[in-house]
Structure formats: structure tokens, C-alpha cells
């Protein structure tokens, strides 16, 4: 058997994928050192409204984003919650993926402000077992208050110096990245589409793509 692989898992409704998340994926690759990464398109996320694209648009345009980008070699489209039931709840997507992958260690990918919301996810005592925890900057919460919902979570949270991270009764760990944030929200690439204007953000690829399929309002100019 081989060694145990570390690989983070990257949830989001992509609504399209843009260099932000391409960046941040990047990021957590090589600071906690993970040997792959999985993007994770949601068909239905339970928490947000209906993606503006289909799950089949919003998954062909992430293919196109990682085809040639430089983590190319370290990076996966999983769609498998395509393949399960809606809504697409974390700990289902963590179980199948341990069926699929094995033992294997997972890093769920998250903003500050999600853990906040930890509590209420669907079966989040059960998950917290299933996976360790990358918890990426967004807006002003602070490393108190990330100590503080870890605690609520989990009693047996204990930051450790030497690792630089929180450790818990099960050997699992929470990592706070302060040094990168949550990317700009899709919603205003979105806009910009519809208003015909090219964001700054999306890769050509992507941008092609929604060209070709007339995506978020955008009209040829032919």
C-alpha cells in the first residue's frame, strides 16, 4: 500500500471559476503542502441561491481553467457530487470521496466565516472527524474568534506553536491562513458579463467559453 496522500477539497458553486480561486488553490498546495487538490463543483449548494449556470457549464469551464494552468500536474475536477443526491452536503461528498480514494487525508478548504456557520452544517460533529480543516482569511475575523467557534466545535482544540496549527483529541488540525484571502465574489464577474464588459479576473479560457455559450447574459458583438 502506498502512502497515505494529503489532498484538499475545494467546494464552491464556481459561478464561473476565476483567477482567484486558481490563485488560492495554488497557494494552499504549496503552504500546507498538500499533494493534490480537488475543486469540487456543488450542483445545489444547501446554504446559497441557484447557481446562474448549469452544473455542466460551470464544470467545463473549471476543466478549461485547469488544463493549462501551472498546478495543472497537482490539481483534479471531481464531479462527483454530481453524482449524489441534492443538496450537496459536505459529509456526503467526504464519505464518497473516502470510498473512491481510500485512506487518504482530506483538508476541507474553507472561509473564516464558514466555520462561524460550522455548527449548523449538516452532521458537522461527524465531518470534523473526517477531515482536517485549511481555513482561509475573509473579512474581519480575527484569530480569537477562529480559537473561540474551533472550541465550540471541538472542546479538545489545542493550538499547537511548533505546528503552527490547532490539534484536536482525534489527531485532526485546523490551519489558518491570514496571508491569503477568500477571492472576489463571482457575482460581480457576473455583472460585468452581462454588461458585456471582460473582467479582469476570468481566465481566457473561461472567458471563451462563456463567449461561446452566451453564459451570464453575454451577447457577441457580431
Not at 201 to 210: I, S, T
Request: hydrophobic share 45%; charged share 15%; glycine share 8%.
Amino acid at each position: 500500500m502506498g502512502n497515505i496522500q494529503h489532498i484538499g477539497l475545494f467546494g464552491g458553486t464556481f459561478d464561473p471559476v476565476h483567477q482567484g480561486h486558481l490563485a488560492l488553490a495554488g497557494h494552499v498546495l504549496d503552504r500546507c503542502r498538500l499533494d493534490s487538490l480537488l475543486f469540487i463543483p456543488a450542483p445545489a449548494p444547501p446554504h446559497k441561491q441557484p447557481p446562474a449556470a448549469s452544473f455542466a457549464h460551470r464544470a467545463a469551464m473549471l476543466a478549461a481553467a485547469l488544463a493549462d494552468g501551472p498546478y495543472r500536474q497537482r490539481v483534479e475536477l471531481s464531479l462527483i457530487e454530481g453524482e449524489l443526491p441534492v443538496p450537496s452536503y459536505t459529509i456526503h461528498t467526504v464519505e464518497a470521496l473516502r470510498q473512491r480514494y481510500g485512506p487518504q487525508r482530506f483538508f476541507l478548504i474553507i472561509g473564516a466565516d464558514s466555520l462561524l456557520d460550522l455548527p449548523r452544517w449538516h452532521r458537522a460533529g461527524e465531518l470534523l472527524t473526517l477531515v482536517s480543516l485549511i481555513i482561509v482569511k475573509r473579512d474581519a475575523v480575527s484569530v480569537p474568534i477562529i480559537n473561540q467557534a474551533l472550541l465550540a466545535l471541538d472542546p479538545t482544540f489545542s493550538y499547537d506553536f511548533h505546528q503552527d496549527r490547532w490539534v484536536n483529541g482525534g489527531g485532526g488540525t485546523a490551519q489558518y491562513l491570514a496571508d491569503v484571502q477568500l477571492p472576489v465574489a463571482s457575482s460581480v464577474i457576473r455583472e460585468a458579463l452581462g454588461q458585456g464588459r471582460v473582467p479582469a479576473m476570468l481566465p481566457p479560457a473561461v472567458l471563451n467559453y462563456v463567449k461561446q455559450h452566451h453564459l451570464y447574459g453575454w451577447e457577441s458583438s457580431a
